[in-house]
Structure formats: C-alpha cells, structure tokens
C-alpha cells in the first residue's frame, strides 16, 4: 500500500534544512559540482543500448555477477537493476534491468548511465566521489515533477530541485530519482537526511536524471530510462539495485 501522501510531503518538507547534505552525494556541491571525472559521453548517455556482454549461459544467474553479491540478492527478488561500471575508476556504466520469469533472469532494457566520477570502492565515505559497490534494495521514489505512475511509493516536492548556483546542465538531475537504500531508513522520501550509520559514511545515493558525467556517489541514466523505471519497478516484485565495477561484480 502507498504511504500517504500528505505524510510523505510533511516528512519532505521537514527534510529541507538538511537537503543541500542529501544532495551532495548526487550532483555535487562546492567546486566539485561541474561534472570532473566524465568522459565526454554525454551523447551516448541519451539513448538504449544492449548489455555490452553476452547473456550467462546459466539462466538462472545475472550475468556477469559472482558468487559473493548474487547470494546477496533476496531470493523473493524479481527485478534486479544491474549498474556495470566501465572501470573501478572509471565515471561510464551500463544499466540494465532484469525481469524473474520462473527460475530464470531475463534482460528487459538495457541504458548507458554514469557513476561516481571517480568510480567505484567497497568502502564508500561522504565526498568520496566514489559510487559504493554492493547490493541494495530500492523502496522509494521522488522528484521536481509530478508522479509518472511510479509503483514505488513518490514524493513530489520542490525541496528536490537542484541549487541554482549548480550548472544549469545540472539543473533537472532530481526532477525523477529513485533511492539507493544505502545508509538510509527504508519507507521515507528520497531525501529524508537521516543516516544510519553516521554522516562520514555517506547517503543521498539515488538513481537520477543524467547531465553527461559523472556524479558524487549516484548512479544517472536518461529521463526516459528513469521514467521507465518508474512506472516498472514494483515493491510487490522486492526490486534491487546491483553495483560496481565490472571487476567488482565478479570477485
């Protein structure tokens, strides 16, 4: 069932005085905020594209992804966002969701997106600028705009519009955005600034509209990417989010 609406927007609005922290791990701030670490792939970043490996042969696996994170996926799991990341210190990824049908994953879309502009750790820290690797589940939903008909619970508030003394390229990035629950409480919005595990280990990990580079810590894909999204991910079908390095995921 939605959360309620009017509680959710309460909840946002008490958040503003802490968002410019939320926000920090997404577009960046200070003089970090311009983009520093992309690759110029801002084109490619616009459309659809097939996973850049074949499919495993072994069905009822997500491909590329080894023993030590695909025991981590829940076993009530149906959809599972994959975020291939191009190198450990690379800002380029590939997004693509799978879909359980029976005992086997099958790949539904697949984006180019980026990542931290410094790539990728197992130890994340706050101003890193390193996306952290692992498994995470995805339980909540916000942004600028009016709901798309997301199925995860949506927070419509403007308290998630990007400062203006960003880079007006970074102006619409939380127009759509989708939580990483990594250090934060499950069941409230997006931006809500509270951190489980302290402040030094990072939050406001998101998945949102890409500006052609990376980012400080979430993962950005193409409005329609995230649109699509939206409307797909189901919290009756338990969606994670899977990321890292390509190396990464298969240690």
Same mark, same amino acid.
């Given at each position: 069932?939605?959360?309620?609406? $009017?509680?959710?927007?309460? !909840? ?68 599972? $966002? ?52 692992? !498994? ?40 759509? !955005? ?6 934060? $409480? ?54 994670? !989010? ?10």
């Amino acid at each position: 069932m939605r959360t309620d609406g $009017v509680r959710r927007a309460v !909840v946002a609005t008490a958040a503003l005085g802490s968002l410019l922290t939320a926000l920090s791990a997404c577009g960046g701030s200070g003089t970090g905020h311009h983009g520093g670490g992309g690759t110029g792939t801002a084109g490619k970043a616009a459309h659809t594209r097939p996973a850049d490996r074949p499919a495993s042969t072994d069905p009822t696996r997500i491909p590329d992804v080894g023993d030590r994170l695909q025991r981590r996926i829940p076993a009530d799991s149906r959809q599972v $966002v994959v975020v291939y990341g191009e190198g450990r210190d690379s800002a380029d990824s590939t997004v693509v969701l799978y879909t359980r049908q029976g005992s086997s994953w099958q790949r539904t879309r697949s984006w180019a997106a980026h990542n931290g502009k410094k790539g990728w750790t197992t130890d994340h820290h706050e101003g890193d600028n390193r996306s952290p690797v692992g !498994v995470f589940t995805l339980s909540d939903a916000g942004g600028v705009l009016p709901d798309p008909g997301a199925r995860l619970p949506y927070t419509r508030s403007a308290s998630f519009a990007a400062p203006r003394w960003w880079a007006r390229s970074y102006w619409h990035d939380f127009d759509y !955005v989708i939580a990483i629950d990594y250090n934060r $409480v499950k069941g409230t919005p997006p931006n809500d600034p509270t951190r489980p595990q302290g402040t030094s280990r990072g939050g406001g990990i998101w998945l949102h509209l890409d500006h052609g580079s990376g980012t400080s810590a979430c993962v950005s894909l193409p409005k329609p990417a995230m649109r699509y999204l939206l409307r797909t991910l189901d919290p009756g079908r338990h969606p994670v !989010v899977v990321m890292g390095d390509r190396a990464g995921l298969r240690a």
